[in-house]
C-alpha cells in the first residue's frame, strides 16, 4: 500500500458514491478549500453581501452533484479540480444560485477562515492559491503547536513561533536564548527541528489531497509559489538548509 492509498481524496475517488466515508471525506476536504474558495469569489467582483450564499452553493452542488466523480482518478489533484469546477459553476451562477437551499441544512463552513487579507479587487485564481497556500500552512502550523503541548513544550514552541517562516539572525537567536536561559547552539537546533517538523506536516496536509507523488511534488511548487517563496521546478523539494518553511 502506498501513501496516498488512505487519504481523504484517495478514498473519496475510490468509492465514487456517496457512502457515508466518502462523503465525510469530501466534506471535510471542502470545509479546508472554503477560504480558497471565498477568496476566489469575493476577486472574481461578487457581490459581498453575495459571497456567502455563492461559495455555500457552490459546495452543496459540488457534494451532491457528485462532481467529483469526474475527476481523474490516476491524477487528481483535488484543489485543481476544485478550482475548474468553482469557474463553471461561477459561468453559470444566474442558474447554480438555486441550488443554495438545497443540502438538508448542511453548511460548509471553515474553523480558520484565512481570507481576511485577500484584496477585492486582485487576481482571482492567484488570491485563489494564495488563501488556499495561507490555510495549508495554518492547518500544519496548528498540528505542530498541538504535537509541542502533548510534550510538554508549549512555551518553547511559543517563544520560537516566530522563527518558523523566516530563518532569525543573530540578534533574534540571543534575545531568545537569553529569555528561555538557553544555548545560541540549543535554541538552533530546537529551531531546525521544528522547522522540519512543520515542512513534514505541510507536506502532510498536501498529500491528503493528491492522488500521486509528481501530484504531492507539484502542491508543495504551487505552495512555495503562491507564498513568494523561492521555488525550482516541480518535483525537486525545498533543500534542509533552505530559508523558508517547505
Known amino acids: 500500500m502506498n501513501r496516498f492509498?488512505?487519504?481523504?481524496?484517495?478514498?473519496?475517488?475510490?468509492?465514487?458514491?456517496?457512502?457515508?466515508?466518502a462523503r465525510s471525506a469530501l466534506e471535510t476536504l471542502c470545509r479546508t478549500y472554503r477560504p480558497a474558495v471565498v477568496a476566489y469569489v469575493r476577486s472574481h467582483g461578487c457581490a459581498t453581501d453575495a459571497v456567502d450564499d455563492m461559495v455555500q452553493a457552490f459546495f452543496l452542488r459540488f457534494i451532491d452533484h457528485a462532481w467529483h466523480a469526474d475527476a481523474d482518478r490516476e491524477r487528481g489533484r483535488f484543489r485543481a479540480y476544485l478550482l475548474t469546477m468553482l469557474k463553471?459553476?461561477?459561468?453559470g451562477a444566474g442558474i447554480a444560485s438555486a441550488a443554495r437551499k438545497r443540502g438538508g441544512g448542511m453548511r460548509i463552513e471553515s474553523i480558520d477562515d484565512a481570507?481576511?487579507?485577500?484584496?477585492?479587487?486582485?487576481?482571482?485564481?492567484?488570491?485563489?492559491?494564495?488563501?488556499?497556500?495561507m490555510t495549508i500552512v495554518g492547518h500544519a502550523f496548528s498540528r505542530l503547536r498541538d504535537e509541542a503541548d502533548r510534550a510538554g513544550k508549549r512555551d518553547l514552541f511559543d517563544a520560537l513561533g516566530e522563527f518558523l517562516a523566516e530563518r532569525p539572525d543573530d540578534?533574534?537567536?540571543?534575545?531568545?536564548?537569553?529569555?528561555?536561559?538557553?544555548?545560541?547552539?540549543?535554541?538552533?537546533?530546537?529551531?531546525?527541528r521544528l522547522r522540519h517538523r512543520l515542512r513534514e506536516l505541510?507536506?502532510?496536509?498536501?498529500?491528503d489531497t493528491t492522488g500521486t507523488e509528481a501530484d504531492l511534488e507539484a502542491e508543495l511548487h504551487d505552495l512555495r509559489n503562491a507564498l513568494g517563496l523561492d521555488t525550482g521546478p516541480p518535483g525537486k523539494r525545498s533543500p534542509e538548509g533552505g530559508n523558508h518553511t517547505t
Open 115 to 133: 481570507t481576511e487579507d485577500i484584496a477585492d479587487d486582485a487576481d482571482p485564481e492567484r488570491q485563489f492559491e494564495k488563501a488556499w497556500a
Open 5 to 21: 492509498d488512505t487519504t481523504r481524496w484517495s478514498l473519496v475517488l475510490q468509492a465514487r458514491s456517496d457512502t457515508p466515508q
Open 88 to 91: 463553471r459553476h461561477l459561468i
Open 202 to 207: 505541510i507536506e502532510a496536509e498536501l498529500a
Open 171 to 192: 540578534a533574534d537567536y540571543a534575545r531568545v536564548a537569553e529569555q528561555l536561559g538557553l544555548r545560541r547552539n540549543t535554541l538552533a537546533v530546537a529551531v531546525h
